[in-house]
């Protein structure tokens, strides 16, 4: 699947559900840092995606897909807890691009991918609306908070740097919603 894919499925996916977005076009970037001042929007509100690789025991490898606020960065520890985990590390950008169907820096904070798992950082969710790269490095989307649970569905979890609390203590109120 290519990107252009990747956004048309995206669109058909929040019509589908009903989900009212806007689009804003913008120079080609996919730097949270950077593109963000382009769109108009707080760091905190931007949903930075990275795609990870969670090793449980010697012979099962999870992909994960997690999304946390742009003026933070994904903790990897609290990743590997939540995961029950035995190691963790970022995806390869090859593997990274082949499951979330569109290039770094573009990675929608949606899975379309049964070996992507979708968690998300509930600080994220403070913000009433979240902007994203839609899959584009020139076109990026806003979502109202709550329609992109109620579409998304995703796991959360304390994954944020500096954010919630101790990975040991995140996980009773961890959960998908």
Avoid at 111 to 116: D, I, K, R, T, V
Wanted: charged share 25%; glycine share 6%; net charge negative.
């Amino acid at each position: 699947m290519n990107q252009e894919d990747t956004y048309e499925q995206l669109i058909a996916f929040l019509a589908q559900h009903e989900v009212p977005y806007r689009l804003i076009n913008h120079a080609p970037e996919g730097r949270t840092e950077l593109v963000s001042p382009m769109r108009g929007n707080a760091l905190s509100q931007a949903a930075k995606c990275i795609v990870l690789m969670v090793k449980i025991g010697k012979k099962v490898t999870r992909y994960i897909l997690a999304v946390v606020p742009g003026d933070t960065k994904v903790d990897l520890p609290a990743v590997k807890a939540l995961m029950g985990g035995t190691y963790v590390a970022f995806a390869s950008t090859d593997i990274a691009e082949r499951l979330a169907g569109s290039v770094a820096g573009t990675i929608l904070p949606f899975s379309f991918n049964q070996e992507l798992e979708l968690v998300v950082d509930p600080s994220l969710l403070e913000n009433e609306e979240i902007y994203f790269n839609a899959a584009r490095l020139d076109r990026s989307m806003v979502l109202q908070t709550r329609d992109y649970i109620a579409a998304a569905r995703p796991r959360l979890g304390h994954i944020a740097e500096g954010r919630g609390r101790p990975p040991e203590l995140a996980s009773p109120s961890d959960r998908t919603i």
